[in-house]
């Protein structure tokens, strides 16, 4: 499956943004599918994660309750709905696919065998 990111740009503290990931070439409700970002000079982190099946959502300890993951099957997409941003949010966002991930790896970005190109989000205080 191939993915392509979109939606990032230049924010103000407390602004909202959405993500979109569009999946072709593959048969995307049969993915977990994710998103993670990378900060300059920092590793790769886990943002959030909809399961394939029930579409059952994980989120990292610093966007819960911020952001919220979506998925529309029928579209081949996957979105990142992102509100109250914080200066900490800048990041280049991934999103990322996979058939096999389990539960207690599906924040690991080694078990993500599909990823986009990125997208900046960057939010200025």
């Known amino acids: 499956v191939q993915l392509q990111a979109s939606g990032g740009g230049l924010v103000q503290a407390g602004g909202s943004l959405r993500l979109s990931c569009a999946a072709s070439g593959g048969t995307f409700r049969s993915y977990t599918m994710a998103w993670f970002r990378q900060a300059p000079g920092k590793e790769r982190e886990f943002v959030a994660a909809i399961g394939r099946g029930s579409g059952h959502t994980y989120y990292a300890g610093s966007v819960k309750g911020r952001f919220t993951i979506s998925r529309d099957n029928a579209k081949n997409a996957v979105y990142l709905q992102m509100n109250s941003l914080k200066p900490e949010d800048t990041a280049v966002y991934y999103c990322?696919?996979?058939?096999?991930?389990?539960?207690?790896?599906?924040?690991?970005?080694?078990?993500?065998?599909?990823w986009g190109q990125g997208t900046l989000v960057t939010v200025s205080s």
């Open positions: 990322a696919a996979d058939r096999g991930v389990i539960v207690s790896s599906i924040g690991r970005a080694a078990r993500y065998d599909h």
